[in-house]
């Protein structure tokens, strides 16, 4: 998950303290530092397959054309303590199948690795690996998508872009996709890997080490063979971050297969209206977004900034920089979370701006060209991003689901 805009140093530490709030995600620093220090790791291509390209055939902006709009499994594969650990249920095949039933063609799903490895010799537990396994068939078997990648997982890679730590990193960085590529290369095009969610990376220097890790997980992914010699790969822009990307992202990872490479970033812009939970000195949150919506009646909540005209401005940016030439974008994550604990006209109006923006949002990006997938934690408080509750595998919240497949057309 990614927090983007203009902000100054006070409101970007504030974004960090929402961005792990949102995701509850826990302080793993100490454990991570000591368990990357050691890159004496074994290689874990010890069986690699002769290439296999049957249903490999599709470049990524083939595949990309395929998918028509995506959702993310959030709060958990990549929950640290385990699938159910940050409030949902296990998956089951029931979710998935509510999930293509409602619209939606992909999936990606955030996936945490190091918690289930040995931290000395980087082995993951097969246990994991088969789980893992299990709920992409699931997707599978409903002819979706599969975007699976290594999520912020403790932050071993995701908040080590630097030149110190750059052996440690790329030494776990190929142990872990030798062994993930080598369990699920036998399915087709279906599945495509990622090389991580949003890694910290703000100057060229930094984005100089980004780019190892991703060239670390490209030839590890191609060198197990089998299909993984063809599959479609996905690449993170410095912190998923639009301007970030557009403006250090100047080269792609090098990969001995020709168009097959995606690059990834995020939206939760403006961040006063996607993710902000409560009032600041610096600023209000944004609860009314959009051309016509704002509110007469609750002027200090109407958004002030990152309204239709920047989304406008930003996809045609990134379309220009990158799908023109080639390469596939795909939004991994965006949405807004829903403010239900507003009461009266307030909540009405707040709700039908949210629908607007989720609406724009998609239209937007499909018309450009990038492949928006929603961010959905589950139904889970009253600032919650959820669109099905996974107690009961059906649709919680059918205004946002529908303003997001009526984007799509």
């Known amino acids: 998950m990614k927090i983007k805009g203009n902000l100054n140093f006070g409101i970007h530490l504030l974004l960090f303290i929402a961005f792990a709030s949102c995701h509850k995600r826990t302080t793993l620093a100490v454990h991570q530092s000591s368990a990357i220090a050691s890159s004496g790791y074994p290689s874990y291509n010890v069986s690699p397959a002769k290439p296999d390209s049957a ?23 990549e929950a640290i303590g385990g ?15 509510e999930i293509k039933k409602s619209g939606f063609n992909a999936v990606r799903i955030p996936c945490s690795w190091d918690q289930y490895a ?31 990648n290594i999520h912020w997982d403790g932050g071993w890679l995701e908040n080590n872009c630097t030149q110190e730590k750059k052996d440690a990193v790329n030494a776990k960085q190929k142990a872990y996709w030798e062994q993930i590529a080598t369990s699920l290369r036998d399915f087709d095009e279906h599945l495509i890997f990622a ?20 060239q670390t997980f490209i030839d590890a992914v191609r060198a197990t063979g089998g ?14 971050d639009f301007d970030k990307t557009l403006h250090l992202m100047t080269k792609m990872p090098e990969d001995k297969v020709k168009n097959k490479l995606m690059l990834e970033v995020h939206s939760y812009t403006p961040y006063q209206f996607a993710l902000m939970t409560q009032d600041e000195k610096w600023g209000n949150q944004f609860y009314y977004w959009g ?62 701006a949210r629908s607007h923006y989720l609406k724009y949002f998609v239209k937007c990006a499909k018309t450009d060209g990038l492949i928006p997938f929603y961010w959905d934690e589950g139904r889970l408080g009253n600032n919650s ?8 595998n059906t649709v919680f919240d059918k205004q946002a689901l529908d303003s997001l497949i009526r984007g799509t057309n």
């Open 55 to 77: 249903g490999m055939s599709s470049t990524a902006g083939q595949l990309a054309a395929k998918m028509n709009i995506g959702w993310n499994l959030g709060n958990t594969l």
């Open 83 to 97: 699938e159910t650990a940050w409030g949902n249920p296990k998956v089951t095949d029931a979710l998935i199948n």
């Open 118 to 148: 040995d931290q000395s010799t980087g082995k993951i537990k097969s246990a994991w690996l088969s789980r893992v396994k299990e709920v992409i068939q699931y997707c599978i078997d409903n002819d979706m998508y599969v975007i699976l």
């Open 195 to 214: 090389s991580a969610n949003e890694p910290a990376v703000s100057n060229p220097v930094q984005m100089d080490v980004l780019l190892s890790y991703h």
């Open 227 to 240: 299909k993984n010699a063809y599959r479609t790969l996905v690449i993170q822009g410095p912190s998923t």
């Open 291 to 352: 051309l016509g919506y704002h509110s007469s009646a609750d002027v200090a909540h109407n958004a002030t900034w990152g309204e239709e005209s920047e989304i406008d401005k930003v996809a045609k940016d990134l379309k220009a920089k990158f799908i023109d030439k080639g390469i596939p974008v795909i939004v991994g994550e965006f949405g807004a979370i829903r403010r239900s604990s507003l009461v009266g006209d307030a909540l009405m109006r707040h709700l039908s």
């Open 385 to 392: 991003f959820g669109i099905f509750d996974r107690q009961t």
